[in-house]
Antibody, heavy 119, light 109 residues
């Protein structure tokens, strides 16, 4: 059974960096048939796919165009987890952030992390 | 910017049938967009129901089915149960990026 466990701060100040991690059990971040995604949800913007990382003999990353300049998704093979970093956050980045597994679907999801951007 | 459009809300009677649709501003939805459908209830993460147009996950109830209909992706619920009341989201792939629809609030009344 695949499980994704998220951890990260609930409050981030404007202009600072948001960092959330997603620990994987029951699968491997280095799987050569998998992919590891970050998605967020807010009342004003709905569900938004942010990007993904995956391994196919080497590591690849793909990011949504609207946030590409500010985010980084990184695998940590030693801890079997992956992380989301969002730089220069604004109140518009306030959302519930989810990690999810999948290439052509998102079958397993983390529990969600509510991140509020406020001073 | 690509926009994925769903009906904002639909109402169905218990035991009835309802079809939700998912349209793309880029044109007709095909299987190349790998249409997915998710169900979300308040306070929960979305739950995957359908992937690549019409494939069910192992946990997807038989009353849910996916298809392509008139240039859109479609999710049909047959024999609706009270517990099907939820928000439903579609998801489409645009060559390197995924885009969610705005969601359909399904009321069972």
């Amino acid at each position: 059974q695949v499980q994704l466990q998220q951890s990260g701060p609930g409050l981030v100040k404007p202009s600072q960096t948001l960092l959330i991690t997603c620990a994987i059990s029951g699968d491997s971040v280095s799987s050569n048939i998998g992919a590891w995604n970050w998605i967020r949800q807010s009342p004003s913007r709905g569900l938004e796919w942010l990007g993904r990382t995956y391994y196919r003999s080497k590591w690849y990353n793909e990011y949504a165009a609207f946030v590409k300049s500010r985010i980084s998704i990184n695998p940590d093979t030693s801890k079997n987890q992956f992380s989301l970093q969002v730089n220069s956050v604004t109140p518009e980045d306030t959302a519930v952030y989810y990690c999810a597994r999948g290439v052509t679907t998102f079958d397993y999801w983390g529990q969600g992390t509510l991140v509020t951007v406020s001073s | 910017q690509t926009v994925v459009t769903q009906e904002p809300s639909l109402t169905v009677s218990p035991g009835g049938t309802v079809t939700l649709t998912c349209a793309s501003s880029a044109g007709a939805v095909t299987s190349d967009y790998y249409p997915n459908w998710f169900q979300q209830k308040p306070g929960q993460a979305p739950r995957a129901l359908i992937y690549t147009t019409n494939n069910k996950h192992s946990w997807t109830p038989a009353r849910f089915s996916g298809s392509l209909l008139g240039g859109k992706a479609a999710l049909t619920l047959s024999g609706v149960q009270p517990e099907d009341e939820a928000e439903y989201y579609c998801l489409l792939y645009y060559g390197g990026a995924w885009v969610f629809g705005g969601g359909t609030k399904l009321t069972v009344l």
